[in-house]
């Protein structure tokens, strides 16, 4: 683990990601393409002050998730991620408050 | 998700650095305590800054939500929102976003929550979220903050912990700590951690808030405490408190 | 369409400044960074310059600072829309670097400690247009600003100007690097507003 603390998580890139997914994201769990480690994507190191948003690997900072808004478009990088795993029984409970 | 228009309709300020907004948000679908908002500022030559900030208010079924927002000496955003604004003004804001760092009310296991300065507010949510449901889940808070005048929620969270154990309430000073306090002011630590937070043999399910640098250090002490890593939920704001 | 959000302006200086196209002042030194501060000491750092295959001119701290150095002050424009004028600099020219290497590569890929890696053509970082940094404001560049040393070439957007930079490999062709391949402009000039691959 870096001293260096300057990352958020992947919980502050839910609401970009949520323009492009009608999915959250943030309770997925992710398998890094690097090392193997199967985290939540929350738990994601986010880069943000940059242009544009970095996610990596809390155990080896290898990229995972890169995002770029241009004036037009949109471009995401998902290659750092083997997968995604999502639990869609958590989604209708986040779209529907009187559950 | 695209964004909404909210209007102002009440500020209140909680520390002398801190305020809360209130805003009624037209047709706001509902959330869950812990989601958050970004909010989108536009100058009249089109400059724009955007801000998360955490949901206050606990899940409504009416309009009005309530953020609580930190003013940071260098922000961007923060000043204008805990100095500038004023009731009637809109605010631009998406979400409610989140869908990990929540506690639903149908959750029945004990609850530890591990807050560092602003972190508390998403934690405020879901103990709100508690108290205004028919849950029985027993909450633990440990509140870490640079002073007494610096907590937010003071006479509310006082109330609420003399209503009984639904919710205990566990303060830590860093730097000034009130009058004869029993501990001499620091960051939290392994005893204290033994001392406050809910046994690992309960399985709590655990949120920590706050800067990075406290939520890494939470961490390991929950980690080194013996709690799964897969029970403890995290969500970091900046090193400054800010996120972007 | 945005509502404009009454009495804000942002962290901006009200100037009179000749600025690129989309570009505002700022008055402090912002930090961006796609990934985790280096941590190099000086016994461990180099730059070298290769073609892809062999390695053609390697310094190691020592070697590198008993080079020839400039200060040069440069205006700063990064594509996120700060600019920052007339900020104070120490470093070693490309020139001097490339003194010895005889190439007929046009292009360069900067490549830094940590992944990032950013692709400039040669005659862009040639003929007093860019320097490895080492020092701003007098003192020693700082980790988060690049340190030990930074890739700087000011007539371009910021993020050509490669933190913790460890070397540039020449090529053949231009092949675009960390950003570049993912929505920024290959070749990044400020005053024609390059941001984009699309423009």
Redesign the interface.
């Given at each position: 683990m870096n001293a260096n603390i300057s990352y958020l998580d992947g919980n502050a890139a839910a609401g970009e990601l949520s323009r492009i997914f009608t999915v959250d994201l943030t309770a997925a769990e992710g398998q890094c393409a690097n090392c193997g480690a199967k985290r939540r994507f929350a738990d994601a190191h986010l880069y943000v002050d940059c242009p544009g948003l970095v996610a990596r690997c809390a155990m080896c900072d290898h990229v995972l998730l890169r995002l770029v808004n241009t004036a037009e478009r949109t471009f995401l990088d998902l290659r750092g991620m083997t997968y995604l795993n999502l639990s869609t029984k958590q989604l209708t409970l986040l779209q529907d408050p009187s559950l | 998700?695209s964004?909404r228009?909210g209007k102002i309709v009440a500020l209140r300020d909680e520390t002398s650095t801190a305020r809360t907004i209130a805003l009624v948000v037209p047709d706001w679908?509902?959330?869950?305590a812990g989601q958050?908002i970004?909010i989108?500022?536009?100058?009249?030559d089109?400059?724009?800054?955007?801000r998360?900030y955490s949901i206050a208010s606990p899940?409504t079924?009416d309009q009005r939500i309530e953020i609580t927002v930190e003013r940071l000496e260098?922000g961007?955003v923060s000043p204008?929102l805990t100095q500038?604004?004023a009731i009637g003004?809109?605010?631009?804001l998406?979400?409610p976003?989140?869908?990990?760092?929540?506690w639903?009310v149908?959750q029945t296991e004990p609850i530890q929550l591990i807050a560092g300065g602003s972190g508390i507010v998403p934690l405020m949510a879901m103990i709100r979220s508690r108290l205004a449901s028919h849950s029985n889940a027993r909450f633990r808070l440990l509140y870490s903050v640079r002073e007494p005048a610096a907590a937010f929620y003071k006479d509310e969270l006082h109330a609420i912990s003399n209503q009984g154990d639904c919710v205990i309430l566990t303060y830590a000073f860093t730097r000034i700590t009130p009058k004869d306090w029993p501990r001499a002011p620091g960051r939290i630590d392994a005893e204290l951690v033994s001392e406050s937070v809910w046994p690992s043999h309960l399985a709590p399910t655990c949120y920590v808030c706050g800067p990075?640098?406290f939520?890494?250090h939470a961490n390991e002490l929950l980690i080194a405490a013996g709690i799964n890593r897969e029970r403890i939920?995290?969500?970091?704001?900046?090193?400054t408190g800010e996120?972007? | 369409m945005s509502i404009i959000s009454r009495g804000f302006s942002g962290r901006r200086s009200a100037d009179g400044a000749k600025l690129p196209p989309g570009q505002h002042l700022t008055s402090d030194f912002p930090v961006l960074s796609a990934g985790p501060t280096p941590s190099i000491s000086h016994d461990r750092w180099e730059f070298t310059i290769d073609d892809g295959s062999n390695v053609l001119q390697r310094w190691d701290w020592n070697s590198f600072r008993n080079l020839p150095t400039e200060t040069i002050t440069a205006d700063l424009h990064c594509v996120t829309r700060w600019s920052k004028l007339g900020t104070p600099w120490e470093g070693v020219s490309l020139d001097t670097l490339l003194a010895n290497v005889k190439t007929d590569l046009p292009f360069a890929m900067f490549r830094s400690y940590g992944d990032y890696t950013t692709n400039l053509p040669l005659k862009d970082v040639v003929n007093k247009q860019a320097w490895i940094a080492f020092k701003y404001d007098g003192s020693d560049l700082a980790p988060e600003h690049g340190g030990p040393a930074r890739l700087l070439v000011p007539h371009l957007y910021l993020w050509k100007s490669a933190k913790w930079v460890k070397g540039v490999t020449l090529m053949p062709h231009d092949k675009p690097g960390f950003w570049e391949g993912l929505g920024y402009h290959m070749y990044g000039d400020p005053w024609r507003e390059q941001r984009y691959s699309e423009e």
């Open positions: - | 998700m964004w228009t679908p509902g959330h869950v958050h970004d989108r500022l536009t100058a009249p089109g400059y724009s800054a955007v998360s899940p079924s260098n961007e204008y500038e604004v003004d809109e605010l631009e998406r979400g976003t989140g869908g990990w760092f929540v639903h149908d990075t640098s939520v890494e939920r995290t969500e970091r704001f900046g090193s996120r972007k | -």
